[in-house]
């Protein structure tokens, strides 16, 4: 049942599916929804390369805020630019491959772990997968939005410095 779905996905993180591929499913955008959130918030509580965590209370709510933020950003955009039907497909698009690409993020922290924190091959895949993450993005706000690469991607990087804001807002980032 998830197999083909799954597979979708991975079509849209190699860039060869769009948004408009995913069913039309409020079912689909509640159940990544609350994937997203218990992935992310998992990973936020790991412990960092200094072994240091963050509380509870404070990461739950960042991750809630995290992402209201992105799914609130999108909607507004979309309902602006007279494109509210595309509002479910593109947020179980963006979310799901967040929750893939936060599978590969804990992949790569379990990795880290195994080979040492400070290993340099990890940390390049590490940025690499962020790059990635930004590209896949621009694509899928591409195809939603209906406008060129570039502005899709100025949009992917303007949503990835709004979640930074809000991890320095937290105190998760920085001083």
């Not at 091959?121 to 990635?132: D, E, G, H, K, S």
């Not at 899928?140 to 939005?145: C, F, K, Q, T, Y």
């Amino acid at each position: 049942m998830f197999k083909p779905l799954i597979q979708l996905y991975l079509q849209i993180m190699i860039l060869r599916k769009g948004p408009q591929d995913l069913p039309y499913s409020r079912a689909l955008l509640a159940l990544l929804s609350v994937l997203a959130f218990c992935l992310g918030l998992f990973i936020m509580l790991l412990p960092d390369s200094k072994g240091q965590t963050h509380p509870l209370e404070q990461t739950v709510l960042f991750v809630l805020v995290q992402y209201a933020a992105l799914m609130g950003s999108v909607f507004l955009l979309l309902r602006i630019l007279k494109y509210s039907a595309r509002v479910l497909q593109t947020l179980c698009a963006l979310l799901g491959v967040d929750v893939l690409f936060n599978l590969l993020q804990l992949g790569l922290y379990l990795l880290s772990l195994l080979m040492g924190v400070d290993n340099a091959a990890i940390v390049m895949f590490n940025y690499v997968l962020m790059i990635w993450v930004l590209v896949v993005n621009a694509t899928i706000l591409r195809h939603a939005l209906a406008i060129s690469i570039l502005a899709a991607g100025v949009l992917a990087y303007t949503l990835f410095l709004l979640s930074l804001y809000i991890y320095y807002q937290f105190g998760l980032l920085g001083g």
